[in-house]
């Protein structure tokens, strides 16, 4: 069956554009889905087992109606994608205002900084990592630290994955962040004189 065939199979199109590159990005090896355009694999003929990975993530987000996002196993937050599962919320658009007050906030600040003490981020109820790792990703280089805090055993072991994936590359940032299973602050090692 070819690529334009199996878009038919879905009952919004938007939905079947989405898991059927995500299918082609695994064939191709990739994770550049913002550049790879459906539109010119339309004629691709797919293999019975590209059609069964469709059919499955298909059968999940039609029948099984899991949200788009843990279908694909990501989402995009601030330009970056986050992988997300069952045990993380799913990053909302609106929280991007969120960081981005949190980064012109900082850009703002920066000069009156205190250079003579140390600058902590803390990302309490961190999820998925992606508050505090948008932020670490911008502003990085004004934290001698960062805290990533949840009760949550299962989502730590997500954020630490997307730390480490999307920090590394930016070289060093990653070194800076612990995730950290913790009820709100408590297993925090500073005191607020730290
Ligand atoms: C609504 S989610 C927000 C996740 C992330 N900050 C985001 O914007 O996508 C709240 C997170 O807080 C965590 N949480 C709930 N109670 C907590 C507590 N007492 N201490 C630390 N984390 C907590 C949950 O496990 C969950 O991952």
């Known amino acids: 069956m070819r690529v334009k065939d199996a878009l038919g199979l879905f ?3 938007y939905v079947g554009r989405k898991l059927i590159l995500h299918v082609l ?6 994770e550049k889905s913002i550049g790879l355009d459906i539109f010119l694999y339309l004629e691709y003929d797919l293999s ?7 059919e499955r ?7 099984l109606m899991k949200p788009l996002a843990y279908v694909l196993g990501y989402e995009l937050f601030c330009g970056e994608r986050f992988e997300v ?3 993380v919320l799913i990053p ?5 205002y969120v960081v981005k007050y949190a980064v012109d906030s900082l850009q703002r600040m920066i000069d009156g900084f205190h250079q003579e003490r140390k600058n902590i981020l803390i990302d309490v109820g961190t999820g998925s990592g992606c ?4 932020i670490m990703k911008e502003c990085g280089d004004y934290f001698d630290r960062c805290y990533l805090l949840d009760i949550s055993k299962e989502a730590l072991k997500v954020a630490e994955r997307n730390s480490t994936r999307i920090l590394e590359e930016m070289g060093g940032s990653n ?3 612990e995730c950290l299973e913790s009820d709100l602050l408590e297993s925090l090692p500073l005191t607020i004189n730290d």
Do not use: C, P
């Open 92 to 96: 909302r658009a609106e929280t991007e």
């Open 11 to 13: 009952e919004d199109n």
């Open 175 to 177: 070194e800076k962040v």
């Open 48 to 54: 019975d087992a590209l059609l069964d990975e469709i």
């Open 131 to 134: 508050v505090g790792i948008s």
């Open 25 to 30: 990005e695994l064939l191709l090896h990739t």
């Open 57 to 63: 993530l298909r059968y999940e987000y039609e029948v």
């Open 85 to 87: 599962d069952e045990n």
